[in-house]
């Protein structure tokens, strides 16, 4: 890591610990009711706690596991169901009403349906976790191909590339910046629903640990766990923003000022 990731970093935590330290301080004062809302010291505590048990463990490495069989079936689906319906007129117009009507559907109301056809085993939870994935990989790449420029699609035939050929060579290109966004966008989604499907008779996992410290009444584990989402996500969104900058180094980007 340079110094440039370094001080952007540092920068990217300076709000967080800001907001922290505030409330830190006001609940040290008694400006605030530490309660329902715990400092920051309070819900770090319960983290140490638990990591030092071995739950925290446990629990990060079932929510994982979770995402990322739930992450990869869902890239999957999209990118052959996307792929199929950004290339193929036939296909767009068989599946493509039906693919965007299922996108309405609330996630939380494929949770009984799930229940009654996988149980409330590992199975049911990775299918709610693809379902969330697969609609932004798919929208992305079937509108990505749909969007790149005729004549780059023309000049490929004039060339006389194959189907094949056109693929690899113009549409994987055209379309790879879209995709990777939407793969981005996809493991975000795939946190928030793994959420949700730890609600579904979960022994163990971050959602698990969420509703144990409802029922049981402690807003220091509920944070605990949010905390940890939020490390945990942005963790693998910077690892997968990491892994797929090599495939995009082609690209003359827009360089943001300071």
Not at 50 to 68: F, I, M, N, Q
Not at 132 to 148: E, Q, R
């Amino acid at each position: 890591m340079g110094w440039g990731s370094a001080s952007n970093t540092a920068l990217g935590l300076l709000v967080p610990l800001v907001l922290a330290l505030g409330w830190e301080l006001a609940v040290a004062q008694g400006w605030g009711n530490g309660r329902l809302l715990p400092p920051p010291s309070r819900i770090l505590a319960t983290l140490w706690t638990l990591a030092k048990s071995g739950e925290l463990t446990t629990h990060v490495l079932a929510t994982l596991g979770r995402v990322a069989l739930g992450f990869l079936f869902g890239v999957l689906a999209g990118t052959i169901l996307g792929a199929l319906t950004g290339y193929l007129t036939w296909a767009r117009r068989l599946l493509d009403p039906m693919l965007q009507a299922l996108r309405s559907i609330p996630s939380i109301a494929w949770v009984p349906l799930f229940i009654l056809w996988f149980g409330i085993f590992e199975t049911s939870k990775v299918i709610l976790i693809a379902v969330g994935v697969f609609f932004p990989i798919y929208l992305a790449l079937s509108g990505a191909i749909l969007g790149v420029d005729r004549k780059l699609v023309e000049v490929g035939r004039i060339f006389r590339l194959s189907g094949v050929e056109l693929v690899w060579r113009v549409l994987l290109p055209a379309t790879l910046p879209s995709y990777v966004l939407a793969l981005r966008a996809g493991l975000g989604l795939g946190w928030m629903f793994v959420v949700a499907a730890e609600f579904m008779g979960a022994s163990e996992g971050l959602g698990f640990l969420l509703t144990d410290g409802q029922m049981t009444g402690q807003p220091q584990t509920i944070l605990a766990s949010i905390v940890a989402f939020a490390v945990l996500g942005k963790l693998t969104d910077g690892l997968l923003a990491s892994l797929s900058r090599p495939l995009l180094r082609w690209q003359d980007s827009f360089k943001p000022g300071a």
